[in-house]
């Protein structure tokens, strides 16, 4: 390799370790600002509770240690944050949204606030809890008051959810993949509720391999976009659209 060459590839090394430079701090800023979007009760009280600020409102979240669907994960707060700055680009405005995996609603709550006819999912035993939360968060705030249903995952999906009658826009998924045995049923579940043009906002924090696994299986059936990757979260948002035949 001659002087020059040896130079030149230098310094493409210099100016590809700067742009990743730029892009982590970037990425870190982001980080902040959408946790900094949190906050906790400044007494002790007998409610465990954490609060939000999205949509122009404060969101008061209650929260229980019983199981994962009872608790707000940091993923929920990426995509509201998400939802929130870019309305220009995907106005929830009368538009049909489906969250799966709701748990304590806050997806739900700030999607509704931001226009959207809105459907609650989870399984029956965190249902009391989201409604509680979607009730208290969204009475007089929204122009659509947001519905709550039992949705298992795979069960009985065209008696609950016929498919003719699927017409979601959008379908909101956080932190709903982590190690459990029903991944399959959640992407049957995906592409029972997708039509055509339905966009899927899923976002997810890796933290086994089983999960980088699911994320192949995804990219096999979906159109798959990385909209946010945020590693010092170790989270990443992903918009997916139905690929035109598709199958499990």
């Keep these: 390799m001659s002087v020059a060459s040896h130079q030149a590839t230098e310094n493409s090394s210099l100016v590809e370790n700067s742009d990743n430079e730029e892009a982590m701090k970037r990425n870190d800023s982001l980080a902040k600002e959408i946790l900094n979007r949190s906050f906790s009760p400044s007494l002790i009280t007998n409610t465990t509770w954490e609060g939000f600020h999205f949509g122009g409102y404060e969101i008061k979240i209650k929260e229980a240690t019983d199981c994962y669907g009872a608790v707000v994960w940091p993923s929920a707060s990426v995509l509201c ?3 929130e700055m870019n309305q220009d680009k995907y106005n929830l405005t009368d538009k049909n949204v489906i969250e799966l995996g709701a748990g304590t609603g806050l997806v739900s709550i700030v999607s509704s606030i931001l226009g959207a006819y809105v459907t609650a999912t989870d399984l029956p035993e965190v249902l009391g809890n989201l409604q509680y939360n979607i009730f208290c968060n969204t009475k007089t705030r929204c122009k659509h008051q947001p519905v709550v249903k039992e949705l298992i995952w795979g069960v009985d999906l065209e008696a609950k959810f016929p498919r003719d009658s699927c ?3 959008y379908i909101m998924a956080a932190d709903v993949v982590y190690s459990h045995p029903f991944l399959e049923e959640l ?13 899927i906002f899923w976002v997810m924090k890796f933290r086994l391999e089983k999960e980088n696994k699911f994320v192949d299986r995804f990219q096999s059936l979906f159109h798959v976009e990385v909209i946010y990757d945020l590693p010092s979260l170790g989270i990443r948002l992903y918009k997916g659209t139905k690929k035109a035949i598709t199958s499990v």
């Excluded at 992407?187 to 966009?199: G, S, V």
């Design 81 to 83: 944050y998400f939802l």
């Design 167 to 169: 017409n979601f826009d």
């Design 187 to 199: 992407l049957t579940t995906f592409l029972h509720l997708c039509r055509a043009n339905t966009i």
